[in-house]
T-cell receptor, first 112, second 115 residues
Framework: GQNIDQPTEMTATEGAIVQINCTYQ??????LFWYQQHAGEAPTFLSY????GLEEKGRFSSFLSRSKGYSYLLLKELQMKDSASYLC?????????????FGRGTSLIVHP | DTGVSQNPRHKITKRGQNVTFRCDPI?????LYWYRQTLGQGPEFLTY????????KSRLLSDRFSAERPKGSFSTLEIQRTEQGDSAMYLC?????????????FGEGSRLTVL
């Protein structure tokens, strides 16, 4: 299985930039996802990386380095509503099924 | 376009009782997943269906847990003889089989409290 590691908690100021890191170990990498989860709500999809490099989507960008087993989610121009848990998930093709495994999530607190 | 629907949204039960959760995925999605999430943790994989076939089941899943997806549409997750440790949010997700990133679309979850 995968070993996915991300920081437990981060704090940042409204308007600033924050980078949330995720490291993983897997034998059959088949894609990495970032999800956002507000308290008491379901996770919602933010980004997907399968090749090395940066994917940009508005205020959010995600980077992947497969050789290093490393990804980050970059949030720019932080808003209070960005306070949430950010989940890194790695999809593995081991066993023939492509099932995402989630990290424990990084709780981001944005303060004024 | 309706999303993934789960019910009941909340269930409180006494230890030893059986509970069943239902999930209706997005209609054109042939892949369906069940996850469990506790406070401060990420979703933990339970089981996976492709159409009506249950292709993967977590080794952590005890014999008290069973899931079905008859006709490849809705799915049910049953927990027999519930224990206090089963208290969690049970999340259902669906995805397309081919094309795109295959991201998961989650339902709102069914929160189980075992007294």
């Amino acid at each position: 299985g995968q070993n996915i590691d991300q920081p437990t908690e981060m704090t940042a100021t409204e308007g600033a930039i924050v980078q949330i890191n995720c490291t993983y170990q897997t034998s059959g990498f088949n894609g990495l996802f970032w999800y956002q989860q507000h308290a008491g709500e379901a996770p919602t999809f933010l980004s997907y990386n399968v090749l090395d490099g940066l994917e940009e989507k508005g205020r959010f960008s995600s980077f992947l380095s497969r050789s290093k087993g490393y990804s980050y989610l970059l949030l720019k121009e932080l808003q209070m509503k960005d306070s949430a848990s950010y989940l890194c998930a790695v999809r593995d093709r081991a066993g023939g099924s492509y099932i995402p495994t989630f990290g424990r999530g990084t709780s981001l607190i944005v303060h004024p | 376009d309706t999303g993934v629907s789960q019910n009941p949204r909340h269930k409180i039960t006494k230890r030893g009782q059986n509970v069943t959760f239902r999930c209706d995925p997005i209609s054109e999605h042939n892949r369906l997943y069940w996850y469990r999430q506790t406070l401060g943790q990420g979703p933990e994989f339970l089981t996976y269906f492709q159409n009506e076939a249950q292709l993967e089941k977590s080794r952590l899943l005890s014999d008290r847990f069973s899931a079905e997806r008859p006709k490849g549409s809705f799915s049910t997750l049953e927990i027999q003889r519930t224990e206090q440790g089963d208290s969690a949010m049970y999340l259902c997700a669906s995805s397309r089989g081919t094309g795109g990133s295959g991201e998961l679309f989650f339902g709102e979850g069914s929160r189980l409290t075992v007294l």
